[in-house]
């Protein structure tokens, strides 16, 4: 056997490898979502039966859907927010020379080297002195600041990719920054735009910890916070299949918008990687 052949065939096992350590998880969740009663704490790789009980259970509860809406209204603002400050941001640290720019940058990206619960106190402090305690806008405040330094690091360094010559024919044209923003670079940042939203709205709809803090009520919960505080019959039953049943229904979404939009999260990840 080749040489040559002897590394594709162990490249590709070891992707089969990474691929199955990756997608069994969610894929044995799957399966046990289907499982009620004792046949939850039988190991079975293959559904023998589809029961939907715990489907049911759980879009049954209305707090849960109400978590839902929640999940989302607070993911599409934080990216609303994210990539409204980031675009204008990019624009001044790839367009704009000023002292300390580089400086800034580097600052900006630091941020994102700090753990969430180093800050949790501070944030804490802060969302109770602007009584927004328990509300959507506790969550999109913090999962915004957490999001900025990487869509801020991507943008810059796509925007800075762009032909020059593009804003100097608009500017001679007469038109100011804020048209060179949005009709200039906008249409053309669409694969950076789409990575940097897509990866902060999943980043905002699977945090947990500020999600937990920063509510109080049952209302106001995430879908992290709620899948974590499924009761059973009693305190001491942890209700498995219905748990497995909510993680696959707010996975399956995701899932989807990434397959949808691959080829635009690759563009935009490998932006600037390559000087030609």
Known sequence: MSHPLIKTIG???LV?????FAVFPFYYAIVTSFSSGTALFQVNYWPKSFNWVNYETVMGNRNFVRSIVNSVFIAGCTVAFALFLAVTAAYALSRVSFR????????????????????????????RFLGIFNTPWAMILSYTIFTLPFTV???TTFMRDLPVEIEEAAIVDGATPWVIVTKVFL??????????????FIGAWN????????TSSESMRTVPVAIALLSGASQQEIPWGPIMAASVIVTVPLIVLVLIFQRKIVAGLTAGGVKG
């Open 11 to 13: 490249f590709y096992a």
């Open 153 to 155: 690091w991507v943008l």
């Open 100 to 127: 300390g720019r580089g400086l800034l940058l580097m600052t900006i990206l630091a941020v994102s080297m700090f753990p969430q619960i180093a800050v949790l106190a501070g944030l804490f402090e802060l969302v």
């Open 16 to 20: 089969a490898v990474i691929v199955v």
């Open 187 to 200: 249409p053309l940042l669409w694969p950076a735009l789409v990575t940097t939203g897509l990866l902060a």
């Open 207 to 214: 945090e947990f910890l500020f999600a937990l803090t920063f």
